[in-house]
């Protein structure tokens, strides 16, 4: 339910590491006491990049919502397909990807890549331990180039001013704006949607934008036990509707079908329209006049 992509039993070969008293690994300086949304993904789907906090609050959620393995990994087919898409029917070369996640194959760039090899992708994310596995697994192929940057989606001029962003794609040319299952971790007060407009006030004519976002319309009493668990672990959750999510779209051309739960997004096979609310995502793509 919460941000990031996690990974699949990702060991990092370099830098420095220590172990928390239950013997488990971080970097210096993670709290890992406290849960983390892209540390939860990666339990859900069976990773070993998560600690004792992290399978609590993923429990918890279980509990709730019993499904939310199948969830996560709808989400994370929808970013395949979503990829996919703008390579081959966008034409987009060059990828902005917020709150990454710690890496899991296949990644934005090898997806890009594989169809079109001079494609470009950046990665921002500010948790140290996706940090620590990013620069050590997001390898560019020959003809790309990847760059990791360490920075929160809501210091958009630091971010558009970073030298690797900036050495790394051409902002005169359409760039794909990836923001999946991370905006539900800004709560409205803060509002999201003046910090996804920032974004994307900054992309050029022809960029596009895909989000998915866990939605408080698919069944709002385990979306109500979710956010309870969330809060009480100190976590910030904030499910939305699905008018809520189309908001983020404004001023761009929605992509057909519009915003749709996640699984009948340009689906791969019928399976995914005999039970379209199986996974409580919204999904949509839009694209910048």
Not at 17 to 38: Q, R, Y
Not at 145 to 161: E, H, K, N, V
Not at 236 to 260: I, K, M, S, Y
Request: with cysteine; glycine share 8%.
């Amino acid at each position: 339910m919460c941000g990031g992509r996690p990974a699949g039993g990702i060991v990092v070969a370099q830098g420095p590491d220590v172990e928390n008293a239950n013997g488990e690994w971080a970097p210096p300086g993670v709290d890992t006491s406290v849960a983390h949304s892209a540390r939860m993904y990666d339990w859900w789907i069976g990773g070993k990049d998560n600690f004792a906090a992290d399978r609590a609050m993923g429990a918890a959620f279980a509990q709730a919502i019993p499904s939310i393995r199948t969830m996560a990994r709808e989400n994370r087919n929808f970013l395949e397909r979503v990829v996919r898409y703008l390579v081959d029917e966008a034409g987009i070369r060059q990828f902005l990807d917020i709150g990454t996640g710690i890496p899991t194959r296949p990644n934005v760039h090898e997806i890009a890549q594989s169809m079109a090899p001079e494609a470009r992708v950046v990665y921002v994310d500010n948790d140290p331990i996706v940090l620590a596995h990013a620069r050590a697994l997001l390898t560019s192929g020959e003809h790309g180039r990847t760059a990791y940057i360490d920075a929160d989606m809501r210091q958009s001029a630091r971010l558009f001013a970073d030298p690797s962003l900036l050495e790394t794609l051409d902002l005169s040319k359409p760039v794909g704006l990836l923001m999946i299952a991370v905006l539900m971790l800004i709560d409205d007060a803060d509002d999201p949607w003046s910090d996804v407009r920032t974004l994307m006030d900054a992309l050029p004519s022809g960029s596009c934008i895909a989000i998915t976002h866990p939605g408080q319309d698919f069944d709002p009493e385990a979306m109500a036990a979710v956010v309870a668990a969330a809060t009480q672990g100190g976590m910030t959750l904030a499910p939305r509707r699905r008018e809520e999510v189309a908001r983020f779209f404004d001023g761009w051309e929605l992509v057909e079908p519009g915003v749709v739960p996640v699984m009948t997004w340009h689906p791969e096979n019928d399976e995914a329209l005999d039970a379209p609310n199986a996974a409580y995502y919204w999904a949509g793509v839009a694209r910048k006049p």
